[in-house]
Each structure stands twice: as C-alpha cells, then as structure tokens.
C-alpha cells in the first residue's frame, strides 16, 4: 500500500457461506479521480462499495480508504467520507432544511457552519421555495441532487455514490453529472456504481465487474480501442460475453 493512491484494494474479497459476491479484486483510486465501478446488477458492485465504505468486513483480502484499514479502522473511514446509497437516503416526512441539519448533524458540523451550509445548498440547488416542504412532495430528481449534496456537506476526501441516477430522467442524470463534476474538480474523489453504460463516458477510469470479478480497468477510450468498441456498452457486452 502506498500514499499515492487516496482508495487502494488487494485481492479484497467477500464471502456468504459457499457463495463468493467480490472474488478478489485489486485496484487503485487516484485523489480526485472519478472511478466509475461498473456491471450489471448482481456483479458484486454494492457489496465490494460497503466494504470500502466500512460497512462490511471483508473475509480476505486488504484495502484502506483515506489511509485507513477497511479491518481495523472503519469509524475513521466513516469520518473521511461521503455516502449515497441508491435506496433513497433521506427522510421522506422531514422537510428539505430538516434533512439538511439532521445530516449536517450526524457528519458533527458546528450550529454556524451547518446553517451556513444549509443556505448555501437552498440556493446552490435553486429549492429555496421548498425549504420548508416534505422531502415526500419533491420530484425524484430534486430529491437525488439534494441527497448528494448532502453527502458531501461535510467536505470528505471521497464520496461513495451507489446507483446515484436510478430511475431519474436523461436530463436530471446530467444534471447530477454536473454535480459531480464539480465535487470532483473542487478535490473530492468519486467512486461511483453504475449500471447505465453511458455514465462510464463520464468516468476518469473505470472497472468493469462481471461476477464478483474485475474483468477489465481503464480509461473509457482506452478501453473501446482494446475491444474495438464504438461506445462502453458494447465493450461491455464484449467483457460480458468473454470476447
């Protein structure tokens, strides 16, 4: 393990039983870097995600996050990070400022800095009109910008983003690329799961998992000339079928 990697896992695998979900997977995440981690579901994507996140201890294998152990030091990745889950985070009968403090308040910021942040979000997001609605009465996509800023409220070194565009639309999925983006441009490392081919275009590297397994990592248009490929879904459906 080194210090220039700010995410880095060796042979990392994990076990249910007789059944193995991540099988030894290896890999390196630059700071700053946007790592898409991409496969169709049941690839094993959300499961290797919870034990980087310290969510889940890992049966083999060694990875640290931030330069934290995912065995042994999993409350200070938890401290050093962002996490948006692709079951929608947020409370559905707590209005948007609520969500906000209840977040802001969990990640320990100060009374002055969390109403800081809360106006700066309400206005960043243009939702100053409903700050005081229920989350329940947003649109999906309202709702799924407003959890990943939340997610990053509290400024972590890396932001863990699962399924982050489920069911939006084309134009709102953009949109949220833009915010991540941002985050990234602004020193924040993404590591995102995806199951939409198109949103590895947007991805500085990616990591193609089929069963647990990494079949293939690179750079999207490096990837594409390997495998002859117009765009990631047919490399994926290269990857997917052994070609």
């Not at 099988?23 to 169709?40: C, Q, R, Y």
């Not at 509290?154 to 639309?169: A, S």
Request: hydrophobic residues 40%; aromatic residues 10%; proline residues 3%.
């Amino acid at each position: 393990m080194t210090n220039n990697y700010i995410i880095e896992a060796e042979n990392l695998t994990k076990k249910f039983g007789h059944f193995t979900a991540v099988d030894s997977i290896s890999f390196s995440v630059k700071p700053g870097e946007i790592f898409g981690f991409l496969g169709a579901n049941g690839a094993g994507k959300t499961t290797a995600m919870r034990m980087l996140c310290g969510l889940s201890i890992p049966s083999s294998g060694k990875a640290t996050v931030a330069g934290f152990d995912v065995f042994k030091q999993t409350e200070q990745i938890k401290k050093n990070i962002g996490y948006m889950s692709q079951k929608f985070s947020l409370y559905d009968d707590l209005t948007v400022t609520e969500n906000i403090n209840f977040y802001g308040g969990i990640y320990g910021l100060s009374k002055s800095k969390l109403k800081e942040k809360t106006e700066y979000l309400i206005d960043l997001l243009k939702i100053s009109d409903a700050r005081n609605k229920l989350l329940v009465s947003l649109p999906l996509g309202w709702k799924q910008k407003l959890a990943f800023s939340v997610a990053i409220i509290h400024e972590p070194k890396i932001v863990f983003l699962d399924e982050p565009t489920g069911g939006v639309d084309p134009i709102t999925r953009r949109q949220f690329w833009d915010m991540i983006y941002e985050a990234s441009h602004n020193g924040v490392t993404v590591f995102v799961t995806t199951h939409y081919m198109d949103e590895a275009e947007y991805c500085n590297r990616v990591s193609m998992m089929v069963d647990g397994r990494i079949a293939s990592l690179d750079t999207p248009d490096n990837l594409k000339k390997e495998y002859n490929a117009d765009n990631m879904h047919e490399v994926f459906v290269k990857i997917a079928r052994g070609k």
